[in-house]
């Protein structure tokens, strides 16, 4: 693993409150792995917590909005845990954010507008609804002057079960590793601005907001880090 200079704190790690026996393993992210991954983006959307049961009557539908992105246009940036289970987490990054974002919005957004056509009326919309409206109205605008410094974009969600924080920091270790081994000296991640338990999580690895910084959307924030 290459030294990322910035983010040392990921590798200073207090020993763990209680001994356990779990054994976990990060490792790149494989396409059989997509069913885990879309998986585990539903059992954790709900600001950390199971939205399954709201989006029964589409279950890729989380996935779609929030995950498939970087599984199908930028896989190879890519990492999720597993225990022996199967897989329980993941970190999932793009290098180029700017050229990222140009991508998913001409394949991407045009695949999944014809996969989810847009409701006949907007108005008393349900959750579901709601959510594909994203596809047609949401836009993800990261400004130049945070791309200088925090080119990369990134997502990270883990399960309950992963109660060893040292875990997630390992995985996230090793994508921003891959990510600056490609010329990145910073990443970014996008989280809904009611999510307070989204925000304190990725405060815990590091991730700040820069008040300075233009505000890019009513719905979410943005965090950022270096490495």
């Not at 990145?184 to 996008?190: F, K």
Request: hydrophobic share 35%.
């Amino acid at each position: 693993m290459l030294p990322i200079d910035g983010a040392t704190d990921l590798f200073t790690q207090k020993p763990p409150d209680t001994v356990s026996n779990k054994v976990y393993t990060v490792r790149p992210y494989l396409s059989k792995d997509e069913a885990d991954v879309y998986r585990i983006c539903q059992m954790t959307c709900d600001d950390g917590a199971d939205g399954t049961e709201i989006f029964t009557s589409h279950p890729e539908l989380v996935g779609d909005r929030f995950i498939g992105g970087f599984i199908n246009l930028s896989p190879e940036y890519c990492f999720v845990v597993e225990d022996e289970t199967g897989v329980c987490g993941y970190v999932l990054a793009t290098l180029d954010a700017k050229n990222y974002l140009k991508l998913y919005e001409n394949v991407w957004i045009t695949e999944m507008s014809t996969k989810y056509p847009k409701p006949t009326t907007l108005e008393n919309l349900s959750p579901v609804e709601e959510m594909i409206m994203n596809f047609y109205e949401h836009r993800m605008y990261l400004p130049d002057n945070l791309l200088k410094r925090y080119p990369s974009l990134l997502r990270i969600d883990v399960l309950p079960t992963v109660e060893d924080k040292s875990v997630v920091k390992n995985m996230l270790a090793c994508a921003l590793s891959a990510l600056k081994a490609n010329g990145s000296q910073g990443a970014c991640a996008e989280v809904g601005i009611g999510d307070k338990n989204k925000v304190e999580f990725y405060s815990q690895l590091g991730f700040f907001e820069i008040p300075s910084v233009e505000k890019t959307s009513d719905e979410s924030l943005i965090l950022v880090r270096a490495m």
